[in-house]
């Protein structure tokens, strides 16, 4: 029987819950040896997204990514992120897209708000046909 991305994923983050921080390389590169050896190296992004969500969950926050044209004070975003997501610990992540005119896009796991002037003009272009 064949472990599943998820599977490894949950054996990696309770691996890592109950180990000391400084043990974590150690941990880690055990846990890639098994898998390098099983031949499943192919897994990992998935593990990882995996781990990554165990984690947020873990810790009660929603990460969400913030693309501009360029870099926005994190007070601005930790402003208009709370009008978008109220009541929501954030683990924020900004990224630099200079091919925005202007505004942001906002993305969790579940949803994406296009507030960019692109996206603006994208709806409206959708509207008029």
């Known amino acids: 029987m064949r472990i599943t991305a998820k599977q490894y994923a949950c054996a990696l983050f309770e691996l890592l819950q109950d180990a ?6 150690t941990l880690s590169q055990g846990f890639l040896l098994r898998i390098y050896k099983r031949g499943e190296t192919k897994l990992l992004p998935e593990i990882l ?3 990554d969500e ?4 873990a ?7 913030v693309t501009s044209a360029h870099t ?5 975003i930790e402003q208009a992120l709370a009008k978008l997501l109220p009541h929501t610990a954030i683990d924020l992540n900004q990224r630099i897209d200079e091919q925005l005119i202007g505004g942001i896009r906002v993305e969790t796991p579940n949803t994406r708000w296009d507030l960019s002037v692109h996206g603006q003009l994208h709806a409206i272009q959708q509207t008029l046909t």
Not at 20 to 25: A, C, K, L, T, Y
């Open 72 to 76: 926005i004070d994190a007070s601005v």
């Open 49 to 51: 997204r995996y781990v």
């Open 54 to 57: 165990l984690q947020h969950q």
């Open 20 to 25: 000391p921080h400084d043990q974590w390389g």
């Open 59 to 65: 810790a009660g926050t929603v990460p969400v990514t």
